[in-house]
């Protein structure tokens, strides 16, 4: 396995630092004690002498040596400063230090008044002979208050003081003068001189001043230290004794709080669980008297946990027993921090080892392998213990085993990493697969060859992806240039970066163009350009939804504009976009020549007057040309949608329905007519046409042209009466020749026949009966003609009226005188008759054609005679105003009720056949009807067929009644 642990860069570095410390430490102490020794000599040469300092802990000790010092001294007079301190305590003044701090003029003007009275020699010498004669002038400024706070001691009845002052000698130099102060007791109580001896330490000064600068330095230099410099006994607590100000940086805690456990002791920072192992190192050292180091955590001042390294020594005192411990101390949380978490990734990197899907081997230059991972196990079929110390000959055979040899040699010649390729068979469960091997040569520091590093990959499926990879590219590359339409790749600086060759010929652009990064907005033309830059600005922005399609025209290099439909979007993932370009240039153009015939077939749609319509498959109206509401009254608008059934009028829906199944089983090109419903309900016919629209086979719907022919079938409803009138008319000439045949020569051949029969042979009587015979038939020849004329005249409007007024009776009497005529003509039949006798109380006049009247009643009289065998015939009328209605009624055939009218007609009979029962020629009733005319009346007959018949005749504005007296 690789070792993967070494030495920490911090810890080093730490070392150093304590190194260096502990180096000026040993310099800065050797100062000191050389100091301190000088210092200590010099306060030999003073024998005990004791100083009086104000910033300093010191107490007088024995003056009299200091005396047995040949020093130069003075007396002075200190009466008069004596008595003004007197009298500022009885004042109430206590705090005099203050009081003259407050009053600098009167403390001047005190201290001159402290005479010099005697001066020896030696402090003559000492000042250079320099003449004072008042303290103020023996001191620096900076002294006078030394002077006035010794003056009140004294006052206070000390009688010895010592203090060190610098004294100005006449070149100006101070001297510093340790200065001895006895005051001399009178008889009165009270002070008046006090002695001061002086004694010069200027060297002593000059050698502590140099001590308080090296302890000064020594301070400064801990002060700065990065970590912790300690000295503290060696007891339960390790009650400190000395820290470094470094400690409130690292803990949190002021020194002061930890020294001699006056807040707390430093032991209490350590965390409990670190303090065994602490406490057990300790001990140890202290045996041994060797130097410990330790690495623990403490807690500080804020709670939070950090490493600290320290190292120091046992100090023994002068019994030769080590009580004091001594040494430095450093915050190591980061150095810590980071070593946990190289130990993690360590960790880690042992995971990823040994779960790497990668084989992984260490060879030495032998070969002999010293090293590998699980996955080579696998591949081996043995595990590391087994494989370690073997060789590629131990597992593989020659061939194989030389193989990977060469390659460990090859890169070890080479100085360099190699890769193969090879197809191996795993031996923990024989699958094959094919290795990608990288072997790399590895060097130890120094630079000598350690081993070969093998790593090997499983790309068996990389390589199938590589290979699917490749074929789905040929197809893309395939599908790209085979999609029908100008296909090309965009990138975000609106550069092509790919076309196929449609594209190619559509923009004229070449690969040396593609290559020289052409932009698509060099072929777009300038009116489009703007739109089609916001659109990819919009299509490469989150939320925006440009149009995916949409119309340009693109200028070819050539200079040829194309209309395209671009379809463009972006290729998922990347930021690339695929265009694809449909030219519609010919397109565009039939379009508009398609617009333009639409147009045209528009126009001529709209002018002709002939509709135009189309039905969907519902058979509702899709189209219907403006034409219509000229025709109908609605507009087109009213038709659409509608159903065609619909707009047809209610009397020809039923008959179209049909019509329309009937096309639809078998469409074929009959026109259609209906009448439509019409605005203003104008009778209005339409001819319509009608073709099936075909899709796919089935009827899509239907279309086709409706023509006005309401005029047409007007004239055609005039041309078939017209029509029926002609063979009317046909009907009644045949009917004339066959009644005018049969009715002429029945007459003539009686009178042609009986005339040559008669001869001399014929008896007298049968001459007689043959004469009359002729003589009837005469008669009815020429009744026949009559009737015939008679019409004729009547028609042709030549007959005229000829009105007088005459008596009714009159008129009853020869119809009566007629009836009977009748009767007796017709004597072999059964009939009665019933006529009106003459009103005896009232006279009626008639006004009117009396010949006409007559001939009109007579013709009914006789028809009734005719068409009777029996039964009762009765002649009667009525009078109402100035109107009176003649009635014949018989009980005679009857006539059927579909020849009731007809039989007014000329020549119409109700039976027409040659054989008919019943002589005559049909002019008869023809006759009353025009006579009927001519009198303003009018004609009309009643009648049961088989049962008998009623005429009537009603003449208004005729009759006139008068009553008779
Ligand atoms: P006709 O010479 O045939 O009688 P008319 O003009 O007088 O001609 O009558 C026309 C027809 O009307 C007759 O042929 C007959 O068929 C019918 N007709 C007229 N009068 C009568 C009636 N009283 N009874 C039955 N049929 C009658």
């Known amino acids: 396995m690789y070792n993967f642990t070494g030495e920490l860069e911090g810890q080093t570095k730490e070392n150093e630092d304590v190194q260096q410390l502990k180096r000026q430490l040993e310099e800065q102490k050797l ?241 409990p669980e670190d303090l065994p192992s602490i406490q057990k190192q300790l001990e140890q050292a202290v045996l041994n008297k060797e130097r410990f180091t330790l690495e623990y955590r403490i807690k500080t001042k804020s709670g939070e946990e950090k490493w600290v390294w320290e190292q ?146 499983d790309v068996t499926k990389s390589k199938q992806n590589e290979k699917e990879l490749k074929e789905r590219k040929n197809w893309y590359k395939t599908i790209f240039n085979n999609t029908g339409t100008a296909t090309c790749i965009l990138n975000e600086k609106h550069e092509i970066v790919q076309m196929n060759d449609i594209f190619k010929k559509l923009s004229g652009f070449t690969q040396f163009d593609l290559d020289n990064k052409i932009q698509w907005m060099d072929f777009v033309s300038p009116q489009d350009l703007p739109r089609m830059i916001q659109y990819d600005k919009e299509r490469r922005s989150p939320g925006e939804n440009p149009p995916r399609q949409y119309d340009c025209t693109l200028i070819s290099k050539q200079g040829t504009h194309h209309h395209v439909v671009i379809s463009i979007d972006m290729i998922p993932g990347t930021t690339m976009s695929v265009a694809s370009l449909l030219d519609i240039t010919l397109r565009t153009k039939a379009l508009q020549e398609l617009k333009q015939s639409q147009e045209k077939y528009q126009n001529l749609v709209e002018s002709i007057n002939d509709i135009i319509y189309e039905l969907d498959d519902a058979w509702n109206f899709s189209y219907i040309s403006p034409s219509v509401e000229a025709i109908t009254g609605y507009s087109p608008d009213f038709y ?81 009466q017209a029509k029926e009138k002609a063979e009317q008319a046909n009907e009644l000439k045949s009917a004339f020749l066959s009644i005018i045949s049969h009715e002429l020569r029945t007459p003539l051949n009686a009178i042609i026949g009986f005339s040559q029969l008669m001869d001399d042979s014929i008896s007298k009587k049968d001459l007689l009966d043959m004469s009359k015979i002729i003589f009837d038939s005469g008669n009815h020849l020429l009744s026949l003609i009559e009737s015939i004329l008679n019409l004729t005249m009547l028609q042709s409007k030549q007959a005229r009226i000829k009105a007088e007024t005459f008596c009714f009776d009159d008129l009853l009497k020869n119809l009566r005188f007629f009836l009977e005529g009748e009767l007796q003509k017709n004597g072999n039949k059964k009939l009665c008759t019933i006529f009106p006798l003459p009103d005896t109380n009232h006279k009626i006049e008639l006004y009117t054609d009396k010949t006409k009247l007559i001939q009109l009643l007579s013709n009914l009289l006789s028809n009734a005679v005719k068409y009777s065998d029996e039964g009762v015939i009765e002649f009667s009328y009525r009078l109402k105003g100035s109107t009176i209605t003649f009635a014949v009624k018989d009980e005679g055939i009857g006539i059927p009720l579909d020849m009731q009218e007809l039989i007014f007609e000329r020549f119409r009979q109700v039976d027409n056949s040659n054989t008919r029962k019943y002589s005559g020629v049909g002019l008869g009733l023809a006759i009353c009807k025009e006579i009927a005319g001519l009198l303003n009346g009018n004609v009309w007959v009643e009648s049961v067929e088989g049962k008998g018949s009623t005429f009537y005749f009603e003449l208004p504005q005729a009759a006139k009644t008068r009553k008779i007296n």
Request: hydrophobic share 35%.
């Open 31 to 271: 100062k000191n004690s050389m100091l301190e020794k000088k210092l200590y000599e010099y306060k030999k040469k003073q024998t005990r002498v004791a100083t009086y300092k104000t910033e300093s802990e010191f107490n007088p000790t024995n003056f009299e040596d200091i005396n047995s010092l040949s020093v130069p001294a003075w007396e002075q007079d200190y009466s008069k400063v004596y008595k003004r301190m007197v009298e500022l305590n009885q004042q109430g003044i206590t705090n005099l230090h203050d009081y003259f701090d407050q009053h600098p003029k009167e403390f001047f003007a005190l201290i001159k008044q402290v005479q010099v009275t005697r001066c020896n020699h030696a402090a003559d010498k000492l000042l250079n002979n320099r003449k004072i004669s008042t303290l103020f002038d023996l001191f620096h400024p900076s002294g006078y208050k030394c002077i006035i706070e010794t003056l009140e001691t004294i006052q206070r009845h000390e009688k010895e003081l010592i203090t060190e002052l610098p004294v100005i000698k006449s070149n100006g130099e101070s001297v510093y003068c340790l200065m001895k102060w006895i005051s001399h007791e009178n008889h009165l109580k009270s002070y008046s001189n006090v002695h001061i001896s002086l004694f010069d330490i200027s060297d002593r000064y000059q050698v502590e001043n140099q001590l308080r600068e090296t302890n000064r330095r020594l301070s400064t230099l801990l002060g700065n230290l990065h970590g912790i410099v300690y000295q503290c006994c060696l007891d339960t607590h390790y009650t400190m004794l000395f820290l470094s100000k470094m400690v409130y940086s690292i803990t949190g805690y002021q020194a002061g709080e930890l020294l001699m456990n006056r807040d707390l002791a430093f032991i209490n920072l350590i965390v």
């Open 312 to 457: 120091g020594i046992g100090i023994p005192n002068q019994d030769g027993v080590i009580d004091t411990l001594e040494g430095f101390m450093v915050d190591i949380t980061d150095r810590k921090k980071a070593q946990l978490k190289l130990q993690n990734e360590q960790l880690h990197l042992q995971t990823v080892f040994e779960t790497i899907p990668d084989l992984i081997w260490l060879k030495d230059p032998q070969g002999t392998y010293l090293n590998c991972n699980y996955q080579f196990e696998q591949f081996i079929g043995a595990k590391e213990e087994d494989i370690i110390g073997k060789t590629d000959y131990d597992f593989e055979n020659k061939t194989q085993a030389d193989w990977f040899n060469k390659n460990d040699l090859a890169a070890i010649q080479a100085n360099q990493s190699n890769t193969n390729l090879e197809w191996v068979t795993f031996a923990s469960d024989g699958h094959q697969a094919l290795l990608e091997t990288v072997k790399t040569p590895m060097f130890d520091s120094n630079g000598e060859l350690v081993g070969v590093l093998g790593i090997a990959r």
């Open 640 to 720: 659409l949608g509608k159903h065609f059934m619909s707009v047809v009028s209610p009397s020809d829906v039923s008959r179209m329905r049909k019509e329309f199944d009937q096309f639809l089983n078998s469409p074929d090109s009959t026109p259609f007519e209906f009448q439509p419903n019409t605005k203003n309900n104008q009778t209005v016919w339409l001819r319509i046409s009608v073709h099936p629209k075909v899709n796919r086979g089935a009827i899509s719907g239907l279309r086709g042209i409706a023509s006005d022919i309401t005029k047409q079938k007007a004239i055609e409803a005039e041309l078939i």
